[in-house]
Protein backbone atom coordinates (compact mmCIF):
# COMPACT_ATOMS: atom_id res chain seq x y z
CA UNK A 1 0.00 0.00 0.00
CA UNK A 2 3.02 2.58 1.12
CA UNK A 3 4.41 1.66 -2.31
CA UNK A 4 1.32 2.72 -4.56
CA UNK A 5 1.10 5.55 -2.49
CA UNK A 6 4.25 6.77 -3.00
CA UNK A 7 3.97 5.90 -7.11
CA UNK A 8 0.99 7.84 -6.91
CA UNK A 9 2.39 10.51 -5.40
CA UNK A 10 5.62 10.35 -7.66
CA UNK A 11 3.20 10.37 -10.89
CA UNK A 12 1.38 13.82 -9.66
CA UNK A 13 4.47 15.48 -8.73
CA UNK A 14 5.10 14.29 -12.54
CA UNK A 15 2.23 15.68 -14.01
CA UNK A 16 1.94 19.05 -12.04
CA UNK A 17 6.09 19.84 -13.23
CA UNK A 18 5.15 19.19 -16.53
CA UNK A 19 2.50 21.43 -16.83
CA UNK A 20 2.94 24.25 -19.14
CA UNK A 21 0.82 27.60 -21.01
CA UNK A 22 -0.40 26.81 -24.32
CA UNK A 23 1.07 29.31 -26.11
CA UNK A 24 -2.21 29.78 -28.20
CA UNK A 25 -4.96 29.57 -25.94
CA UNK A 26 -3.52 30.41 -22.66
CA UNK A 27 -4.67 27.28 -20.93
CA UNK A 28 -2.51 24.98 -18.93
CA UNK A 29 -1.60 21.75 -20.14
CA UNK A 30 0.75 18.74 -19.97
CA UNK A 31 4.14 19.63 -21.38
CA UNK A 32 6.83 17.04 -20.68
CA UNK A 33 9.00 19.00 -22.72
CA UNK A 34 10.58 22.59 -23.24
CA UNK A 35 9.96 24.28 -26.46
CA UNK A 36 13.92 23.88 -26.85
CA UNK A 37 13.26 20.22 -26.47
CA UNK A 38 10.23 20.18 -28.95
CA UNK A 39 12.19 22.63 -31.20
CA UNK A 40 15.33 20.58 -31.34
CA UNK A 41 13.36 16.95 -32.23
CA UNK A 42 11.27 18.31 -34.75
CA UNK A 43 14.48 19.20 -36.17
CA UNK A 44 15.78 16.13 -36.16
CA UNK A 45 13.10 14.13 -37.54
CA UNK A 46 12.19 16.33 -40.07
CA UNK A 47 14.41 15.45 -43.13
CA UNK A 48 13.96 11.73 -42.03
CA UNK A 49 9.65 11.99 -41.91
CA UNK A 50 10.44 13.82 -45.14
CA UNK A 51 12.71 10.92 -47.34
CA UNK A 52 10.40 8.36 -45.58
CA UNK A 53 7.37 9.86 -47.35
CA UNK A 54 8.77 10.30 -50.82
CA UNK A 55 11.19 13.63 -50.60
CA UNK A 56 11.18 16.72 -51.98
CA UNK A 57 8.56 17.36 -55.40
CA UNK A 58 10.86 18.59 -57.87
CA UNK A 59 9.83 18.29 -60.62
CA UNK A 60 8.04 22.32 -60.58
CA UNK A 61 10.27 23.46 -57.86
CA UNK A 62 8.09 26.80 -58.08
CA UNK A 63 5.88 25.38 -56.27
CA UNK A 64 7.83 25.20 -53.31
CA UNK A 65 8.64 28.94 -53.28
CA UNK A 66 4.93 29.06 -53.77
CA UNK A 67 3.30 26.83 -50.84
CA UNK A 68 6.46 28.05 -48.88
CA UNK A 69 5.50 31.92 -49.20
CA UNK A 70 1.77 31.03 -48.45
CA UNK A 71 3.28 29.53 -45.20
CA UNK A 72 4.98 31.78 -43.87
CA UNK A 73 2.79 34.39 -44.70
CA UNK A 74 0.84 32.88 -42.18
CA UNK A 75 3.31 31.63 -39.58
CA UNK A 76 4.15 35.56 -39.38
CA UNK A 77 0.06 36.30 -38.12
CA UNK A 78 0.56 33.27 -35.43
CA UNK A 79 0.66 32.87 -31.74
CA UNK A 80 4.32 32.21 -32.09
CA UNK A 81 6.04 33.67 -34.98
CA UNK A 82 9.39 33.01 -34.07
CA UNK A 83 9.21 29.63 -34.47
CA UNK A 84 11.59 28.05 -37.55
CA UNK A 85 8.69 27.31 -39.59
CA UNK A 86 9.27 25.23 -42.78
CA UNK A 87 7.23 24.07 -45.44
CA UNK A 88 7.58 21.45 -48.05
CA UNK A 89 5.44 19.73 -50.69
CA UNK A 90 6.02 15.73 -50.83
CA UNK A 91 6.44 14.32 -53.82
CA UNK A 92 3.66 11.63 -52.36
CA UNK A 93 0.36 11.18 -54.21
CA UNK A 94 -1.76 10.24 -50.77
CA UNK A 95 -4.16 13.88 -49.97
CA UNK A 96 -2.34 14.53 -46.84
CA UNK A 97 -0.80 17.21 -44.62
CA UNK A 98 1.39 17.16 -41.01
CA UNK A 99 3.04 18.90 -39.01
CA UNK A 100 5.99 18.12 -36.73
CA UNK A 101 7.32 19.74 -33.33
CA UNK A 102 8.47 23.01 -33.70
CA UNK A 103 6.83 24.23 -37.16
CA UNK A 104 8.43 21.33 -39.62
CA UNK A 105 5.19 21.31 -41.58
CA UNK A 106 4.52 19.63 -44.96
CA UNK A 107 1.47 18.49 -47.77
CA UNK A 108 1.79 16.09 -50.27
CA UNK A 109 1.01 17.11 -53.63
CA UNK A 110 -1.84 14.68 -53.61
CA UNK A 111 -3.48 17.38 -51.56
CA UNK A 112 -2.86 20.06 -53.62
CA UNK A 113 -4.82 18.57 -56.51
CA UNK A 114 -8.20 18.48 -54.13
CA UNK A 115 -7.74 21.98 -53.70
CA UNK A 116 -8.98 24.74 -55.54
CA UNK A 117 -7.69 28.22 -54.49
CA UNK A 118 -5.19 29.57 -52.15
CA UNK A 119 -7.81 30.42 -49.35
CA UNK A 120 -8.06 26.42 -48.80
CA UNK A 121 -4.40 25.76 -49.38
CA UNK A 122 -4.33 28.99 -46.68
CA UNK A 123 -7.02 26.36 -44.17
CA UNK A 124 -4.51 23.41 -44.57
CA UNK A 125 -1.47 25.37 -43.76
CA UNK A 126 -2.78 27.65 -40.76
CA UNK A 127 -4.43 24.32 -39.18
CA UNK A 128 -0.85 22.58 -39.37
CA UNK A 129 0.89 25.73 -38.04
CA UNK A 130 -1.91 25.76 -34.93
CA UNK A 131 -0.62 22.21 -34.09
CA UNK A 132 2.95 23.30 -34.24
CA UNK A 133 2.30 26.78 -32.32
CA UNK A 134 -0.11 25.66 -29.58
CA UNK A 135 1.99 22.51 -29.28
CA UNK A 136 0.18 20.08 -29.80
CA UNK A 137 2.47 17.02 -30.77
CA UNK A 138 4.27 18.09 -26.86
CA UNK A 139 1.23 17.13 -25.15
CA UNK A 140 0.26 14.04 -27.30
CA UNK A 141 3.96 12.82 -26.56
CA UNK A 142 3.73 13.73 -23.13
CA UNK A 143 -0.04 11.73 -22.60
CA UNK A 144 1.52 8.96 -24.83
CA UNK A 145 4.14 9.03 -22.21
CA UNK A 146 2.06 9.17 -19.14
CA UNK A 147 0.00 6.25 -19.69
CA UNK A 148 2.42 3.86 -21.34
CA UNK A 149 6.11 4.54 -20.78
CA UNK A 150 6.21 4.65 -16.92
CA UNK A 151 7.75 6.43 -14.14
CA UNK A 152 11.42 5.79 -14.90
CA UNK A 153 11.19 7.11 -18.23
CA UNK A 154 8.99 9.99 -17.21
CA UNK A 155 11.43 11.07 -14.80
CA UNK A 156 14.45 11.08 -17.35
CA UNK A 157 12.04 13.11 -19.64
CA UNK A 158 11.82 15.54 -17.07
CA UNK A 159 14.90 15.79 -17.00
CA UNK A 160 17.75 18.81 -18.44
CA UNK A 161 19.84 16.13 -20.13
CA UNK A 162 20.25 17.22 -23.59
CA UNK A 163 18.53 16.59 -26.65
CA UNK A 164 19.55 12.93 -27.26
CA UNK A 165 17.07 11.49 -24.69
CA UNK A 166 14.20 13.29 -26.29
CA UNK A 167 15.11 11.57 -29.42
CA UNK A 168 15.41 8.41 -28.25
CA UNK A 169 12.24 9.11 -26.32
CA UNK A 170 10.86 9.77 -29.70
CA UNK A 171 12.00 6.55 -31.11
CA UNK A 172 10.13 4.54 -28.48
CA UNK A 173 7.34 6.38 -29.01
CA UNK A 174 6.81 5.53 -32.95
CA UNK A 175 6.15 7.79 -35.45
CA UNK A 176 2.59 9.06 -33.63
CA UNK A 177 5.03 11.06 -31.45
CA UNK A 178 5.88 12.78 -34.37
CA UNK A 179 2.68 13.38 -36.63
CA UNK A 180 0.24 12.88 -34.04
CA UNK A 181 -3.24 11.51 -34.12
CA UNK A 182 -4.95 14.56 -32.49
CA UNK A 183 -8.10 14.59 -30.72
CA UNK A 184 -11.34 16.02 -31.17
CA UNK A 185 -10.34 19.50 -29.13
CA UNK A 186 -6.94 19.96 -30.93
CA UNK A 187 -8.49 19.45 -34.19
CA UNK A 188 -11.40 22.66 -33.12
CA UNK A 189 -8.53 24.01 -31.79
CA UNK A 190 -6.56 24.23 -35.02
CA UNK A 191 -9.66 24.95 -37.44
CA UNK A 192 -10.45 28.14 -35.15
CA UNK A 193 -7.17 29.80 -34.44
CA UNK A 194 -5.84 28.51 -38.01
CA UNK A 195 -9.06 30.65 -39.20
CA UNK A 196 -8.24 33.29 -37.22
CA UNK A 197 -4.74 33.57 -38.78
CA UNK A 198 -6.45 32.93 -42.16
CA UNK A 199 -8.22 36.21 -41.87
CA UNK A 200 -5.06 38.05 -40.49
CA UNK A 201 -2.90 37.29 -43.32
CA UNK A 202 -6.09 38.39 -45.63
CA UNK A 203 -7.20 35.39 -46.76
CA UNK A 204 -11.07 34.43 -46.74
CA UNK A 205 -11.58 32.11 -44.00
CA UNK A 206 -14.35 30.40 -46.03
CA UNK A 207 -12.02 28.45 -47.55
CA UNK A 208 -11.94 26.51 -43.98
CA UNK A 209 -15.37 25.94 -44.66
CA UNK A 210 -15.05 24.95 -48.27
CA UNK A 211 -12.22 22.53 -47.27
CA UNK A 212 -13.89 20.69 -44.36
CA UNK A 213 -17.01 20.06 -46.35
CA UNK A 214 -14.99 18.55 -49.03
CA UNK A 215 -13.49 16.40 -46.83
CA UNK A 216 -16.51 15.24 -45.45
CA UNK A 217 -17.94 14.64 -48.64
CA UNK A 218 -14.69 12.77 -49.52
CA UNK A 219 -14.67 10.64 -46.34
CA UNK A 220 -18.43 9.23 -47.10
CA UNK A 221 -17.96 5.91 -48.53
CA UNK A 222 -15.92 4.28 -51.06
CA UNK A 223 -15.17 8.34 -51.97
CA UNK A 224 -12.05 8.04 -49.61
CA UNK A 225 -9.69 6.63 -51.41
CA UNK A 226 -6.57 7.31 -50.94
CA UNK A 227 -7.48 10.08 -47.86
CA UNK A 228 -7.36 7.38 -45.23
CA UNK A 229 -4.35 9.16 -43.83
CA UNK A 230 -5.59 12.43 -43.66
CA UNK A 231 -8.83 11.39 -42.15
CA UNK A 232 -6.82 9.32 -39.33
CA UNK A 233 -4.86 12.53 -38.34
CA UNK A 234 -7.35 14.72 -39.27
CA UNK A 235 -11.12 13.28 -38.79
CA UNK A 236 -13.19 15.45 -40.42
CA UNK A 237 -16.82 15.84 -39.19
CA UNK A 238 -20.40 17.82 -39.84
CA UNK A 239 -19.57 18.93 -36.75
CA UNK A 240 -16.42 20.92 -37.62
CA UNK A 241 -18.11 22.29 -40.81
CA UNK A 242 -20.54 23.87 -38.64
CA UNK A 243 -18.28 25.17 -35.99
CA UNK A 244 -16.49 26.71 -39.13
CA UNK A 245 -19.19 28.34 -40.22
CA UNK A 246 -20.42 29.75 -37.04
CA UNK A 247 -16.89 31.25 -36.43
CA UNK A 248 -16.01 32.43 -40.18
CA UNK A 249 -19.06 35.16 -39.36
CA UNK A 250 -16.93 36.48 -36.97
CA UNK A 251 -14.58 37.45 -39.44
CA UNK A 252 -14.14 39.49 -42.30
CA UNK A 253 -13.93 38.70 -45.82
CA UNK A 254 -10.79 37.87 -47.89
CA UNK A 255 -9.15 36.93 -51.17
CA UNK A 256 -9.40 33.45 -52.41
CA UNK A 257 -6.47 34.36 -54.81
CA UNK A 258 -7.78 31.37 -57.13
CA UNK A 259 -6.55 32.46 -60.88
CA UNK A 260 -2.67 32.34 -58.26
CA UNK A 261 -3.70 28.90 -57.17
CA UNK A 262 -4.32 27.46 -60.44
CA UNK A 263 -1.10 28.56 -61.88
CA UNK A 264 0.85 27.27 -59.01
CA UNK A 265 -0.47 23.81 -59.46
CA UNK A 266 -0.68 23.99 -63.45
CA UNK A 267 2.24 21.50 -63.81
CA UNK A 268 0.28 18.52 -61.19
CA UNK A 269 -2.61 19.46 -63.18
CA UNK A 270 -0.84 18.68 -66.53
CA UNK A 271 0.86 15.79 -64.71
CA UNK A 272 -2.19 14.20 -63.53
CA UNK A 273 -2.85 11.97 -66.30
CA UNK A 274 0.96 10.26 -65.71
CA UNK A 275 0.59 10.14 -61.82
CA UNK A 276 -2.65 8.10 -63.04
CA UNK A 277 -0.79 5.74 -65.14
CA UNK A 278 1.78 5.49 -62.26
CA UNK A 279 -1.00 4.97 -59.89
CA UNK A 280 -2.12 1.97 -62.39
CA UNK A 281 1.40 0.89 -62.69
CA UNK A 282 1.99 0.33 -58.51
CA UNK A 283 -1.54 -1.45 -58.37
CA UNK A 284 -0.29 -3.98 -61.14
CA UNK A 285 2.50 -4.73 -58.80
CA UNK A 286 0.34 -5.28 -56.39
CA UNK A 287 -1.44 -7.87 -58.02
CA UNK A 288 2.24 -9.53 -59.38
CA UNK A 289 1.35 -8.16 -62.81
CA UNK A 290 5.03 -7.17 -63.32
CA UNK A 291 5.02 -6.96 -66.86
CA UNK A 292 1.80 -4.44 -67.40
CA UNK A 293 3.29 -3.01 -64.35
CA UNK A 294 6.42 -2.09 -66.27
CA UNK A 295 4.60 -1.48 -69.65
CA UNK A 296 2.64 1.30 -67.86
CA UNK A 297 5.73 3.06 -65.93
CA UNK A 298 7.26 3.73 -69.53
CA UNK A 299 3.99 5.14 -70.44
CA UNK A 300 4.45 7.36 -67.30
CA UNK A 301 8.10 8.13 -68.60
CA UNK A 302 6.78 9.09 -72.05
CA UNK A 303 4.23 11.73 -70.20
CA UNK A 304 6.27 13.56 -67.55
CA UNK A 305 10.00 12.40 -68.27
CA UNK A 306 11.22 14.42 -65.53
CA UNK A 307 9.47 12.50 -62.35
CA UNK A 308 12.39 10.28 -60.81
CA UNK A 309 9.83 8.15 -59.64
CA UNK A 310 8.62 6.81 -62.71
CA UNK A 311 12.77 5.16 -63.25
CA UNK A 312 12.70 4.24 -60.15
CA UNK A 313 9.73 1.98 -60.26
CA UNK A 314 11.55 0.17 -64.07
CA UNK A 315 14.60 -0.05 -62.26
CA UNK A 316 12.64 -2.45 -59.31
CA UNK A 317 10.85 -3.94 -61.91
CA UNK A 318 14.10 -4.94 -64.18
CA UNK A 319 15.50 -5.80 -60.58
CA UNK A 320 12.97 -7.95 -59.90
CA UNK A 321 13.66 -9.80 -63.31
CA UNK A 322 17.45 -9.99 -62.66
CA UNK A 323 17.96 -7.78 -65.44
CA UNK A 324 20.36 -5.95 -63.22
CA UNK A 325 22.65 -3.42 -66.24
CA UNK A 326 19.17 -2.42 -67.71
CA UNK A 327 17.72 -1.85 -63.62
CA UNK A 328 21.28 0.21 -63.11
CA UNK A 329 20.41 2.56 -66.11
CA UNK A 330 16.97 2.84 -64.70
CA UNK A 331 18.16 4.11 -61.05
CA UNK A 332 20.94 6.03 -62.67
CA UNK A 333 17.76 8.28 -64.49
CA UNK A 334 16.16 8.14 -60.61
CA UNK A 335 19.64 9.64 -59.31
CA UNK A 336 19.97 12.31 -62.14
CA UNK A 337 16.37 13.74 -61.97
CA UNK A 338 16.39 13.58 -58.45
CA UNK A 339 19.48 13.42 -56.55
CA UNK A 340 17.72 14.41 -52.47
CA UNK A 341 15.91 10.96 -52.47
CA UNK A 342 18.09 8.44 -50.31
CA UNK A 343 16.55 5.23 -52.37
CA UNK A 344 18.13 6.31 -55.61
CA UNK A 345 21.10 6.28 -54.10
CA UNK A 346 20.47 2.93 -52.34
CA UNK A 347 18.88 1.05 -55.07
CA UNK A 348 21.88 2.05 -57.39
CA UNK A 349 24.42 1.01 -55.11
CA UNK A 350 22.55 -2.65 -55.23
CA UNK A 351 22.57 -2.67 -58.85
CA UNK A 352 26.57 -1.99 -58.73
CA UNK A 353 27.04 -4.85 -55.84
CA UNK A 354 24.92 -6.90 -58.22
CA UNK A 355 27.46 -5.97 -61.24
CA UNK A 356 30.51 -6.49 -59.03
CA UNK A 357 31.45 -3.00 -59.10
CA UNK A 358 32.22 -2.48 -55.65
CA UNK A 359 33.84 0.65 -55.43
CA UNK A 360 30.27 2.01 -56.84
CA UNK A 361 28.38 0.63 -54.56
CA UNK A 362 30.04 1.39 -51.56
CA UNK A 363 30.15 5.29 -52.79
CA UNK A 364 26.29 5.34 -53.47
CA UNK A 365 25.30 3.28 -50.22
CA UNK A 366 27.47 5.46 -48.36
CA UNK A 367 25.53 8.18 -50.11
CA UNK A 368 22.48 7.17 -49.11
CA UNK A 369 22.90 7.25 -45.68
CA UNK A 370 23.45 10.90 -45.76
CA UNK A 371 19.74 11.31 -46.48
CA UNK A 372 18.35 8.38 -44.40
CA UNK A 373 20.49 5.47 -42.46
CA UNK A 374 18.81 2.36 -42.95
CA UNK A 375 19.83 -1.49 -42.27
CA UNK A 376 19.30 -1.85 -45.52
CA UNK A 377 22.13 0.45 -46.61
CA UNK A 378 23.89 -1.00 -43.52
CA UNK A 379 23.39 -4.87 -44.76
CA UNK A 380 24.47 -4.11 -48.11
CA UNK A 381 27.69 -2.37 -47.40
CA UNK A 382 28.29 -4.84 -44.97
CA UNK A 383 28.25 -7.70 -48.44
CA UNK A 384 30.65 -4.85 -50.05
CA UNK A 385 32.80 -5.07 -47.68
CA UNK A 386 32.35 -8.52 -47.01
CA UNK A 387 33.39 -9.76 -50.47
CA UNK A 388 36.41 -7.58 -50.37
CA UNK A 389 38.00 -9.00 -47.93
CA UNK A 390 37.59 -6.02 -45.18
CA UNK A 391 35.54 -8.84 -42.63
CA UNK A 392 36.26 -6.12 -39.35
CA UNK A 393 34.37 -3.51 -41.56
CA UNK A 394 31.83 -5.82 -42.78
CA UNK A 395 31.06 -7.23 -39.15
CA UNK A 396 30.22 -3.90 -37.72
CA UNK A 397 27.76 -2.90 -40.39
CA UNK A 398 26.03 -5.89 -39.97
CA UNK A 399 25.92 -5.57 -36.38
CA UNK A 400 23.99 -2.03 -37.26
CA UNK A 401 21.75 -3.83 -39.37
CA UNK A 402 20.70 -6.91 -36.97
CA UNK A 403 19.50 -3.86 -34.17
CA UNK A 404 16.23 -3.07 -36.66
CA UNK A 405 14.96 -6.77 -36.27
CA UNK A 406 12.57 -7.72 -38.98
CA UNK A 407 14.03 -10.00 -42.45
CA UNK A 408 17.06 -7.58 -42.60
CA UNK A 409 18.24 -8.07 -39.02
CA UNK A 410 17.83 -11.99 -39.73
CA UNK A 411 20.16 -11.52 -42.58
CA UNK A 412 22.27 -9.49 -40.93
CA UNK A 413 22.40 -11.78 -37.69
CA UNK A 414 23.25 -14.79 -40.15
CA UNK A 415 26.59 -13.12 -41.58
CA UNK A 416 27.82 -12.29 -38.12
CA UNK A 417 27.46 -15.60 -36.86
CA UNK A 418 29.18 -16.96 -40.13
CA UNK A 419 31.86 -14.38 -40.16
CA UNK A 420 32.46 -14.63 -36.21
CA UNK A 421 32.82 -18.47 -37.02
CA UNK A 422 35.84 -17.86 -39.11
CA UNK A 423 37.52 -16.37 -36.30
Known sequence: ??????????????????????????????????????????????????????????????????????GQKLARVSDQPQLPYEFVVINNGTPNAWALPGGKIAVNRGLLTVLEDEAELAAVLSHEIVHAAARHSAAAMSQ?????????????????????????????????????????????EADRYGMKYMAAAGYDPQGAVRLQRKFVELSKGRKSGGLQALFASHPPSQ??????????????????NRAAYQRAIAQLKRDADAYDTYDKALAA????????????????QRQQPREAAFFQLEGDL??????????????DQAVQKNPGL??????????????????????????????????????FLGQVYEKQGQVQTAYGHYQTAAKAGGEIGTKAQARMQALGSRG
Not at 153 to 176: E, H, K, M, R, W
Not at 320 to 327: G, P, S
Not at 347 to 371: F, I, P, V
Open 144 to 188: QQVLGAGLAVLGAATQDTGYGDLVALGGQLGGSAYIARYGRENEL
Open 318 to 331: LANKEQYRAAYNAY
Open 1 to 70: MISRALTAAAVAATLLSGCAVNPVTGKQELSLLSQGQEVALGEKQYPITRQQQGGAYVVDRSLQDYVSRV
Open 285 to 300: VKDKQYDRALNLTRQA
Open 239 to 256: ARVNANIEYAKKLPDGAT
Open 342 to 379: YSHWLKRGLMSAQLNNYTDAERDLTRSMRYLETPHAHY
